[in-house]
């Protein structure tokens, strides 16, 4: 009987021991996260943690609104910038299981106007092209910025920029729109070719791209506090975003994009937590499937081999999945995302098998940003690490 007592003791220490490693961890990843942003001048962030395709930690800090002390918590409505491109790629993929569309055919089948890169007019583009960066459709810089509409959601039509933007007799038509390398011999990373994939999707659904994610993927997973335009969220649960370059903390107007499939997404680190883990398990979450398993295997899967790649790819620093990014030498794999007064990341580790999502609504001095996103992704990983071994130890 003493030696069971003396064995219960030992087992109620230990696990107080842990207990108290993983408090410890907490008010010091807390601690870290505030000093940092108390030192850079970011206003709010919010993150969370995945482990064994479960939230494992959730956490806000700082300030939704500065000015009314609102605080910036997981339930926080932000723009999410280009990981909404994630989003665009579930729906081709959907689109793709109901035959509407195919991966591999000429985009020209699809659209109402043509997209003829004039230094190659006759090789086709296609939608892997589109989703792999590898189109030879590039961003007008200047072009693409004054698309931003700044005040609310943008009035002008995605479809209406688009044709404008390939067509020849088009108001904002340049040779200079495409590239001179052959689709899929060059990655360039572009905006306005995922906006004509989710455009793509709109004419062969017959639903606004909206509509088409709502319907299966919003819903389903009870993304509530999820949409792309102001119009489809609660404006009282939204971020204001913030700009600190200067030394004078400037609200930024909200604004709208254009080409919104490439970055128009608003949701919460909570929502999108249900997204992520919906396709870091096959395209099923809680009972919900929104893809097939086979689907999210092709959108998620590294598309450059050796064999196939472009020319400006080194296949040991990057590799793209359709609208789904490699980084770090292909040890993580989601999506970044960064605009006006954003910036966001998700991503799961392959070898450690933990997933991040991390949120901020403050602009800052590119070096500063840099630093700030590097040290705290990196502190919030390693405390992933505990939450994870510390899980599994017991």
């Given at each position: 009987m003493k030696t069971f007592i003396v064995i219960l003791l030992l087992l109620l220490s230990i696990s107080y021991t842990q207990d108290s490693?993983?408090?410890?961890?907490?008010?010091?990843?807390?601690?870290?996260?505030?000093?940092?942003?108390?030192?850079?001048?970011m206003v709010g962030v919010a993150t969370a943690i995945v482990i064994d395709k479960k939230v494992a930690w959730s956490h806000g800090y700082g300030y939704a609104d500065k000015d009314k002390k609102t605080s910036f918590t997981p339930n926080t409505i932000m723009n999410i910038a280009s990981i909404?491109?994630?989003?665009?790629?579930?729906?081709?993929?959907?689109?793709?299981?109901?035959?509407?569309l195919s991966l591999d055919v000429d985009i020209n089948n699809y659209l109402p106007f043509k997209v003829i890169n004039p230094?190659?007019?006759?090789?086709?583009?296609?939608?892997?092209?589109?989703?792999?960066?590898?189109?030879g459709i590039t961003d007008q810089e200047p072009l693409y910025d004054n698309s931003y509409y700044y005040g609310g959601d943008s009035p002008e039509q995605l479809g209406d920029f688009l044709k404008n933007y390939f067509d020849t007799?088009?108001?904002?038509?340049?040779?200079?729109?495409?590239l001179k390398f052959k689709p899929g011999k060059y990655f360039n990373y572009s905006n306005i070719a995922a906006g004509l994939a989710g455009y793509i999707i709109e004419i062969r659904t017959g639903k606004k791209l909206n509509e088409y994610s709502k319907h299966f993927i919003f819903n389903p997973l009870k993304m509530d506090n999820t949409g792309w335009f102001f119009s489809e969220?609660?404006?009282?649960?939204h971020s204001t975003l913030y700009n600190r370059e200067t030394d004078t903390l400037k609200v930024i107007k909200p604004y709208g994009l254009t080409t919104y499939p490439d970055g128009g997404v608003r949701t919460s680190v909570s929502d999108l937590s249900k997204?992520?883990?919906?396709?870091?398990?096959?395209?099923?979450?809680?009972?919900?499937?929104?893809?097939?398993?086979?689907?999210?295997?092709?959108?998620t899967k590294p598309q450059f081999t050796e064999a196939v790649k472009p020319d400006n790819v080194d296949l040991v620093k990057r590799n793209e999945g359709l609208f789904w990014a490699f980084d770090n030498n292909g040890k993580r794999v989601g999506h970044t995302g960064g605009d006006p007064g954003v910036r966001t990341f998700m991503y799961y580790d392959t070898k450690e098998k933990v997933g991040i999502i991390l949120f901020m609504n403050t602009e800052l001095k590119e070096a500063e940003l840099k630093n700030f996103r590097t040290t705290v992704y990196d502190e919030i990983f390693k405390?992933?690490?505990?939450?994870?071994d510390n899980k599994t130890s017991r």
């Open positions: 490693i993983g408090q410890n961890k907490a008010t010091y990843i807390d601690s870290f996260i505030e000093n940092k942003m108390a030192e850079s001048g909404s491109k994630t989003i665009t790629g579930a729906c081709l993929m959907h689109a793709v299981e109901e035959n509407k230094f190659f007019p006759n090789e086709i583009i296609t939608l892997r092209n589109l989703a792999t960066h590898t189109s007799k088009g108001k904002y038509y340049n040779q200079d729109n495409f969220i609660n404006l009282a649960n997204f992520f883990i919906c396709l870091l398990n096959g395209g099923k979450n809680n009972g919900v499937r929104i893809l097939k398993k086979k689907s999210v295997a092709e959108m405390y992933a690490l505990t939450l994870r």
